[in-house]
C-alpha cells in the first residue's frame, strides 16, 4: 500500500524524523533522571539504604535541621564567591593585554589561554598537587632559598583548594571576559583621554563599563563552576574541605544515602537557580 | 600612546601565565623521576614509572576503553546532534526554543547532579557498570555542545546558497552532499574534537556509573592520585596530554583531508 | 541661548597673538622609515580656523593626532601660546577633539556624554548641569539629554560630539573630517552651523578634511597636504587662484591640464598654436600649462584677426556636451587636446551642440604654468 504525501505532510515527516533520535537520547538520559532525581528527594529510605515509595518531606527538614548543612552551605558560597572573584582579578589583566596586543600575538596567546581546557580536570590538580604538597616545587624553593624553615600548609586545606580551582577557571572567565572586550574600541579611550581622563579614570569610567557584559557572564559562569567543582577539593582539599558538591558524592557512592544526596542535589540546583536569576536581573542594566 | 601596552600589564600578565601553566608544565619533568616518592624536584631521573604504567594492566584497559568510548560517543553524537540541529536552524515549529534549550540545558548544570540522576535511573534499568550505560551518560555531555556549535554553523550558512543549488537542478541529496556538507565541515570538525575529548575526560558522571569491569581512564586516574603518592600519576599525566593533542591532530587531519578531497 | 556665556574667556583681545598654535619643523617618521609627515611649519592666529586639506595619507590626520597628543612626534615643537607641548599627555592639553566616527561613549546617555570633560575638570554638578544643557542649546538638540547614543541620527550624534568638546571651553578645537559620514544636505548645513559657532566663541581651530568646498569655504587659513608636506599654505583665495604647484592646481577646482613648450618668458606653444601666460622666469623648456573650466568663454566662431591680441584665443570642436544643472560642461577639441569648458545655464539650456566649432578664450592670467612635478 503506496501512499504518496503531500510536501508538507512530507516536511514534517522528515522533521519527525531529524528529531526524534536525539530527543528520546536527551528524555532518557536527561529529562528523566532529572524527574527521578526530584522524586527520590522527597522518598524515604529505610535505614541501610532501601527505598521504600513512602512520600516524605523527612529528608529536605533533616537537611536543614543539621547545623551541619548550613557549614556546608556557606563553605560553598564563599569559596565560590572567593574563586569568581579572584579568578576575575587573574583573568582581567589577560583579556585587557589580548586586547591590546597586536593581532600576531593574540591568535598565539588565545590558544595558550584555551588550551589548559584541554587537559583533564584531574591532570591540572595533580600538577597542584606537584606544587603545593609539602615535598613539592613551591615549598622545595623556598626551603632551599632559605626563607623558610619548614614546609608551609599548602595543600590538605582551603587555600589550595582555592589556589587550584582560581587557576582551573581562569581559561573561563579569559573566554567570557574577551568576548565582553568586543564592545570596546581604542576611539572611546582616546576621546576620553582629550576630555581629561587619565588612565586610571579611562579606566573604571570607560573600559569596565563597557566590558561589564563580559565581566558578569565570566562571573555567572566560574561561580556556577565553583559551586559544581568536586575533583579539585577533594584532591586538593585532604578530606578537610566539605562542600555541597563532595557531600552529594559522599552520600551517594560512600555512604549510600541515595535519598538524601537527592536531595542535597536538589538543594545545589536551587542555589543555580538564584545565582542566574540574580545574574539576569543584574546584567540587564548593561544591556 | 593611549591604549597601549605598558610594561606593568607586560610583567604581570607573564606571571599571571606562569601561573595559569605552572601545573602542565611541572608533571613533565617529574613524570622522568626514579624516585619511589614524589619529590620536587626528582632526586633520580628515569623512565621508570612510564615502563610501570605500561606494564600496568588496570592503565592500559582503562585507556584503551575510553579511546574506543569517545570515538563511539563522537559517533554517535554527530549522528543525533547533527540533524536536530539542521532541523532547528532550517525549520520553524512551535516550541522550537523550548527544544533548543532543553537539549542545551545539561551543559548548565553541575555534573555532579546529573551523575546522580543519571545514577538514579541506571540503578532501576541494570544499567550501572555497563558499556551502553557508560555510552548513554556520556552522550549527556557530549551532545549539547555538537548542536550548540551547529546550530551557530548553520546560522552563519544562509539557506540562499542552498536554495541557489536547488534553482539550477540540484536533487536535496545533491544539495546536501554538495553544498551543505563542505560549509559544515569547519562545524563538523570542531564538533568531533570537543566531543571526543569532552568523553575522554569525562570524570564526574563516569564515576557514578562505572563499575569494577568498566573504568575509563581519568576514573583510573582519579583513583590513583587520591590513593598513592609516586610519581606513576606524573607520567600518565603526561600520556594522557599528549594521546589529547594527538588525536586532536588526528582529527584535523583526517576531517580536514576529506575536504581538501572535495568530497 | 546666551553666546555671552559661552565666549571665551580670553585675557588678550581676540587676534593678538598671530602665533597661537604654532608647528615649527614637525615630523613623524615611523621605525620602518616611513614618513607620514615631513617638517611641517604652521602659524595659526588666534582665534582663526586652519583647514589641513588633502588627499588620504598626505598625513593631515597624523598632524593632527601630533596636536592633540594621541600620536608622538618624532621631531620639531609644537607650542599653544608659545608654551611647548612636546611631553604633555593628552589628557592635560585642554584641547577639544571631535572625531571622525564622533566616539560617543555608548553606555552614557547624551547628557552624560557632554557632562564627562566637565567632570574630569571637577565641575560642580550644578554648574555642569547648565552648561551641559547650553551646549545641546548651542548645538540645536535641546532636551536630548537623556537620550543613548545609539538613539540618534548621524547628524545628531555628530552634533553632540561637537557640544562635548565645546562645553570645556578647550583653547583649541580639533576637527577630524567630522562631515565626511554625514549625507550631502546635511554636511552643507553643518558646514554652515560649525563656523558660525567657531567665530562665535572665537576658537582656534584645526579642521581636516579631504573636501576641498569645505575647506575653502569655512577656513580663515588653508593649508594643502601631500605626501607629508605642506604643499600651500594661504587664504582659500590665494589657494585657488595662486596655486603654487601643479598638484595644488588640480587638487583644489577643477582644471585643464595640457603639455606646453616654452617660447619665451611670456609665451608659451600648445601644439601649433602661441598663447600668452607668464611662464614664472622661464625662457626655454618643457612645462604643464594650466586654465580652469570656468574661465574660458565660448563664443561663435569668427576671424582670429578681428580679436583682441590681449586675451589668448584659439578655435575648438565641440566634442561632447554634459548638462549638470546649474552649469553646462562642454569638452572641446582644441589642437589635438581636450578641453573643459564650463558654463552657466540660462532658461535656454545649452547654447552650443557636438560638432560646432566655437572660439575659445581667456585671458593670460588665467593661464598658469609649472614645471615638472617629482
Known amino acids: 500500500m503506496t501512499m504518496s504525501l503531500s510536501r508538507a505532510a512530507q516536511r514534517r515527516l522528515l522533521l519527525w524524523a531529524l528529531l526524534l533520535p536525539m530527543a528520546v537520547v536527551n528524555f532518557v538520559t536527561f529529562i528523566l533522571p532529572m524527574l527521578r532525581l526530584g522524586m527520590i528527594s522527597f522518598i524515604e529510605a529505610r535505614p541501610g539504604g532501601v527505598l521504600t515509595d513512602v512520600f516524605t518531606f523527612g529528608n529536605y527538614i533533616d537537611f536543614f535541621r543539621d547545623p551541619f548543612s548550613y557549614k556546608l552551605i556557606w563553605n560553598s558560597l564563599r569559596m565560590s564567591l572567593i574563586v569568581t572573584l579572584g579568578t576575575l582579578v587573574a583573568a582581567y589583566p589577560i583579556a585587557l593585554f589580548l586586547y591590546r596586543v597586536n593581532p600576531v600575538w593574540r591568535n598565539i596567546l588565545f590558544v595558550i589561554t584555551i588550551s589548559p581546557l584541554l587537559v583533564s580536570a584531574v591532570v591540572r590538580t595533580y600538577g597542584w598537587m606537584v606544587l603545593l604538597g609539602n615535598k613539592g616545587l613551591i615549598n622545595g624553593l623556598l626551603m632551599s632559598a632559605g626563607l623558610i624553615d619548614g614546609p608551609i600548609r599548602l595543600m590538605n586545606n582551603e587555600l589550595g583548594v582555592y589556589i587550584g580551582l582560581i587557576e582551573i577557571m581562569i581559561p573561563y572567565m579569559a573566554l567570557a571576559l574577551i568576548a565582553g572586550f568586543g564592545r570596546l574600541d581604542p576611539v572611546y579611550e582616546e576621546a576620553a583621554a582629550m576630555l581629561g581622563a587619565n588612565a586610571f579614570t579611562r579606566f573604571y569610567r570607560i573600559i569596565v563599563p563597557l566590558t561589564m557584559p563580559g565581566i558578569l557572564l565570566g562571573c555567572l559562569l566560574v561561580f556556577v563552576l565553583s559551586v559544581s567543582s568536586f575533583i579539585t577539593p577533594k584532591l586538593l582539599g585532604g578530606g578537610r574541605v566539605f562542600l555541597l558538591a563532595t557531600e552529594v558524592y559522599d552520600q551517594a557512592i560512600v555512604r549510600l544515602e541515595w535519598t538524601q544526596a537527592a536531595s542535597t542535589s536538589v538543594i545545589v540546583l536551587l542555589i543555580f537557580g538564584l545565582a542566574m536569576m540574580l545574574y539576569t536581573r543584574i546584567a540587564r542594566r548593561y544591556e | 600612546m593611549i591604549g597601549k601596552l605598558t610594561l606593568r600589564l607586560k610583567i604581570l600578565v607573564f606571571f599571571l601565565y606562569i601561573f595559569l601553566l605552572a601545573p602542565i608544565l611541572v608533571v613533565l619533568p617529574l613524570s622522568f623521576s626514579n624516585d619511589t616518592f614524589m619529590v620536587f624536584p626528582p632526586e633520580s631521573w628515569g623512565v621508570r614509572w612510564y615502563v610501570a604504567m605500561f606494564e600496568h594492566e588496570g592503565l592500559t584497559r582503562a585507556f584503551r576503553l575510553s579511546l574506543w568510548l569517545a570515538a563511539v560517543v563522537t559517533v554517535l553524537s554527530l549522528l543525533l546532534g547533527v540533524p536536530a540541529a539542521f532541523a532547528i536552524s532550517r525549520f520553524q515549529f512551535r516550541g522550537r526554543d523550548l527544544l533548543l534549550n532543553t537539549f542545551t540545558a545539561p551543559l548548565l548544570l553541575p555534573s555532579i547532579v546529573l551523575g546522580l540522576a543519571i545514577l538514579l535511573v541506571f540503578v532501576q534499568a541494570r544499567l550501572l557498570g555497563s558499556y551502553s550505560g557508560l555510552i548513554l551518560a556520556h552522550l549527556v555531555v557530549t551532545t549539547p555542545y555538537v548542536i550548540r556549535i551547529m546550530v551557530t554553523a548553520f546560522g552563519t550558512m544562509p539557506p540562499s546558497v542552498e536554495e541557489a543549488a536547488t534553482m539550477l537542478g540540484a536533487s536535496p541529496f545533491t544539495v546536501f552532499r554538495r553544498i551543505t556538507m563542505p560549509l559544515m565541515m569547519p562545524g563538523l570538525i570542531a564538533s568531533a574534537a570537543l566531543s571526543f575529548l569532552m568523553s575522554f575526560d569525562e570524570v564526574i558522571i563516569s564515576l557514578f556509573v562505572t563499575g569494577p569491569q568498566v573504568r575509563t581512564l581519568p576514573v583510573e586516574i582519579f583513583d590513583y592520585v587520591e590513593s598513592r603518592t609516586d610519581p606513576m600519576a606524573a607520567a600518565i599525566s603526561v600520556a594522557l596530554i599528549v594521546a589529547t593533542l594527538a588525536i586532536i591532530l588526528i582529527l584535523e587531519r583526517t576531517l580536514g583531508f576529506s575536504k581538501a578531497m572535495g568530497k | ?374
Open chain 3, 1 to 374: 541661548m546666551t553666546p555671552s556665556a559661552l565666549r571665551e574667556q580670553s585675557p588678550a583681545a581676540v587676534g593678538s597673538d598671530p602665533a597661537y598654535l604654532s608647528l615649527t619643523d614637525v615630523r613623524k617618521i615611523y621605525p620602518n622609515g616611513y614618513r607620514a609627515v615631513d617638517s611641517l611649519n604652521i602659524d595659526v592666529p588666534e582665534g582663526q580656523m586652519l583647514g589641513l586639506l588633502g588627499p588620504s595619507g598626505c598625513g593631515k590626520t597624523t598632524t593632527l593626532r601630533m596636536i592633540a597628543g594621541l600620536i608622538e612626534i618624532s621631531s620639531g615643537h609644537i607650542r599653544v601660546a608659545g608654551r611647548e607641548l612636546a611631553q604633555e599627555p593628552p589628557h592635560k592639553r585642554d584641547m577639544g577633539l571631535v572625531f571622525q566616527n564622533y566616539a560617543l561613549f555608548p553606555h552614557m546617555t547624551v547628557a552624560e556624554n557632554v557632562a564627562f570633560g566637565l567632570q574630569m575638570r571637577g565641575i560642580p554638578f550644578r554648574e555642569a548641569r547648565t552648561r551641559v544643557e547650553e551646549a545641546l542649546e548651542m548645538v540645536r538638540l535641546p532636551g536630548y539629554g537623556s537620550r543613548k547614543p545609539k538613539e540618534l541620527s548621524g547628524g545628531q550624534q555628530q552634533r553632540v560630539a561637537l557640544a562635548r568638546a565645546l562645553v570645556i571651553r578647550p583653547r583649541i578645537l580639533l576637527l577630524d573630517e567630522p562631515l565626511s559620514n554625514l549625507d550631502a544636505k546635511l554636511r552643507d548645513e553643518m558646514r554652515v552651523e560649525i563656523r558660525e559657532i567657531q567665530q562665535r566663541l572665537k576658537i582656534t581651530t584645526v579642521f581636516v578634511t579631504h573636501d576641498q568646498v569645505e575647506a575653502l569655504t569655512m577656513c580663515d587659513l588653508v593649508g594643502v597636504m601631500h605626501k607629508g608636506r605642506l604643499a600651500q599654505l594661504g587664504t582659500p583665495e590665494d589657494i585657488y587662484e595662486r596655486p603654487n604647484s601643479l598638484f595644488v592646481s588640480e587638487f583644489v577646482g577643477r582644471t585643464n591640464k595640457v603639455r606646453a613648450e616654452v617660447v619665451d618668458l611670456n609665451r608659451i606653444r600648445i601644439g601649433s598654436e602661441v598663447f600668452s601666460a607668464d611662464t614664472g622666469g622661464r625662457r626655454e623648456g618643457t612645462v604643464w600649462a594650466t586654465v580652469r573650466p570656468h574661465r574660458i568663454a565660448l563664443s561663435p566662431d569668427r576671424d582670429r584677426a578681428l580679436m583682441s591680441r590681449q586675451t589668448n584665443a584659439v578655435r575648438g570642436r565641440v566634442l561632447r556636451v554634459t548638462y549638470i544643472g546649474d552649469i553646462v560642461q562642454y569638452d572641446l577639441d582644441i589642437g589635438g587636446a581636450e578641453f573643459k569648458v564650463e558654463h552657466h545655464t540660462t532658461s535656454q539650456g545649452a547654447r552650443y551642440s557636438g560638432g560646432q566649432t566655437l572660439m575659445c578664450e581667456w585671458a593670460p592670467a588665467d593661464m598658469l604654468v609649472y614645471g615638472e612635478e617629482t
